[in-house]
């Protein structure tokens, strides 16, 4: 059985909010995710496939991912 952990990472990312400042209307209207803020952190939720473009999208955009 796969390992839970392994499993969330390849479905989502976890943010501080203030880094999709001005992407985040581009980032939902793109890709087929789903974003959720909690306090200061935005989660965003999608198929690994999904994941991996936005995790490019991100890397274009200078964000670093933890």
Known sequence: MPDP???RDS????LP????DGIRSTLESEFT?????TGDQCR???SPVEIKAVSDFLARHGVTIP
């Open 5 to 7: 952990s392994r499993l």
């Open 33 to 37: 995710v789903s974003v959720f803020t």
């Open 11 to 14: 479905t989502q990312i976890v």
């Open 44 to 46: 965003i939720i999608g």
């Open 17 to 20: 909010k203030r880094e999709l």
